[in-house]
């Protein structure tokens, strides 16, 4: 389904290809070696990286000229520009773990009544007994600062207002950098660092066009703002989006947090902030390196790529590993792919992977058609029809004349409809290719009144809810048929809009948003991906000034409030979730973190069902990995699977990709990857039996007593050895065993491949420590 996603104004495809035909000869890649021994001066460093380059270039001139970033603080490595040749004999050198191009591989990036509904704030809760209790025994995060990778911040919201916040944090060694429309001024005792980083954006693009975006921390799309409020925006009361949508106290997860700016994503020349961004290999690595220096607890990447990408090769995961190795927690988007399988970026096991799901809030807008007909539709739009029926048409039926009659001919793209045909009119356009937003433009162009936008039937029953320049409301894929049939089956078919309202409580919530990515995991397999799922649908968060609402370039509205969809906005609900655990237990690794996370998450929703995915069927872990989070049950999961940085490393020599420490020799015989000490598991291609070994360190009470129980995937059956685990102190730690047997009856070649799910459980009556499992056939 690689076309529907292009829809999403974030973390979209990028349409480069005939560029990049000419840029080949010479290329920015990135030689890495892992980390640094500190023995060597910065300096030192910085001389022993132009050593290499000297050495496949000709003259000092040139290596000087052709080096972007010398990593420096905890990542060993430089990106430089060179032609294949140079990069392949520097990959040749013993002391490289790996050299790669940074294209053609492409990132890109991926409100507040999600807080409420995760049992965060107090007031009317999604199935909550204690309110606000997480939040007071974390201080709201006090302290805790929490890095964003993103494209920068608009630094005037309120909801960084750094009201009666203490001082900055010894810890904090990092900077605020000055640039367009951003000074010293504009950092605070909430926004507390900011910084940019576009070498390797220049080297493929030029120099930025200061039209296009801000050279400085300063957000002129929109998206950093919205991803950094999520985290650690101040209570803001009476915000909401355009036309008064989702009015409510506007606040981030852990409102005391200090934010970290790293603005490393940009707008592309030549195409419309709507259609994407790029975030370069090089400067994202420049940027966590700099984080896990400035002294970041917590990194949120809303960032990924489409290619699969082995680790060795990707910034963010390499990034992530020197991340972890100092304790710092870091959350990524699982991508914005789905619905179909194997679609996941940011799939690391030392990362937590967010995939995103809905809130129980509606902005409902029904449609009324001519045969009395009122279907289910929801919009922000602030524009309403005058109160009558206006004609109705389907796009497709008033193209343009030199525009094919086919199916894209209903999808409203740039310049498709015939004013003449849909002027006055309600016209239906389909999803598919195209911005959603920009669909709404084509049809104001074309002089339409109002626009129905219909889901085709990847989308399912999701509903976006955008700020669309005319009347409008988006309607299911089923209702979309509806409407169709109905146009079909009269001469004169007409409709009317009602106005949209904002309806709390919706059921059932969550549910899976269509968009987000799944598994299995299509790097390594052996691990379970995504973690988790978080508010990701129709989220309402800061916004830029600079920007609008739909970012179109004919948009000139200015909201301080917006509300956007994607894993993009999920990943920062997590990481919140994770700067609150961090306050609570300081000591705690970023592996147990995640795990106390992973096991605690729900998978029952609001009408007390098992959670569904957009079009009502039941979802699976591939799609929520262990459940929904719930950060107040996470503050005390009783066990957690730890794992160390050396853990990962070993982990690696199994798992056939390169070693990305050469300081750690692979033992002889590594574990398998199934024995990584992760919160989940998950066993591809099993041929007979399997036993893997897991270990629990009691985080709960002193003495206590937890039973296994275990839900077997379909077709296999699971042992848990010993059954029950006695701790007699916190901090011990346990080890058991899981078997897996395919049963034998189950071995039908029609199985193959096809994963089934079940949950292992350990419960002392208090805690549930749930794990989700995945096992296919081999
Ligand atoms: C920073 O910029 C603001 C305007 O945005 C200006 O009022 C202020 O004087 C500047 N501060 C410094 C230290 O330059
Ligand atoms: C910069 O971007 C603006 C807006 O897209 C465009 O009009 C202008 O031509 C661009 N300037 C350069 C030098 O490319
Ligand atoms: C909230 O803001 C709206 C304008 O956006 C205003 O009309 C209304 O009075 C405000 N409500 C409160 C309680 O401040
Ligand atoms: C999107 O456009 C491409 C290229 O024109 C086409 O192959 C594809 O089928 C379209 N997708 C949808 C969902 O219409
Ligand atoms: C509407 O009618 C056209 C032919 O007139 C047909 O191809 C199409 O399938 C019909 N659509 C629906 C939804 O009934
Ligand atoms: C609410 O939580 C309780 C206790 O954790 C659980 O037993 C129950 O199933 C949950 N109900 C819903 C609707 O989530
Ligand atoms: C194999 O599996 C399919 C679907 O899971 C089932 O319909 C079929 O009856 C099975 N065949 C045997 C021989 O078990
Ligand atoms: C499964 O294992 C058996 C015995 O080790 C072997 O003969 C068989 O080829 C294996 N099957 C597959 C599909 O790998």
Redesign the pocket.
Known sequence: MATTMKEFSIFSILLLLPFLASCVERQVYIIYFGEHSGEKTLHEIEETHHFYLLSVKKSKEEARSSLLYSYKNSINGFAAVLTPDEASKLSDMDEVVSVFQSHPRKYSLQTTRSWEFAGLEEGKQWNQTKKGDLLLKARYGKDIIVGLLDNGVWPESKSFSDEGLGPIPKSWKGICQAGDAFNLSHCNKKIIGARYYLKGYEQYYGPLNTTLDYRSPRDKDGHGTHTSSTVGGRRVPNASALGGFARGTASGGAQLVRLAIYKVCWAIPGQSKAEGNTCFTEDMLAAIDDAIADGVDVLSISIGTFEPTPYDEDGIAIGALHAIKKNIVVSCSAGNSGPAPSTLSNQAPWIITVGASSVDRAFVAPLLLGNGMIIEGQTVTPYKLKKKMYPLVYAAHVVAPDVPKNYIAGQCLPDSLSPAKAKGKIVLCLRGNGTRVGKGEEVKRAGGVGFILGNSPPNGAELPADAHFLPATAVDSNSA?KI??YI?STKKPMAYIIPARTVIHTKPAPFMAAFTSRGPNNITPDILKPDITAPGLNILAAWSEASSPTKLENDHRVVKYNILSGTSMSCPHVAAAAALLKAIHPTWSSAAIRSALITSAGLIDNKGKLLTDASGNLADPFQYGSGHFRPTKAADPGLVYDASYRDYLLFLCSSGVKNLDPSFKCPKVSPSTNNLNYPSLAITKLNGTVTVKRTVTNVGGRKSVYFSSVKPPLGFSVKVSPPILFFNQVGQKKSFTITVKAESEMLNMSNKDQYSFGWFTWTDGIHNVRSPMAISLA
């Open positions: 048929i169709l049939q079909n």
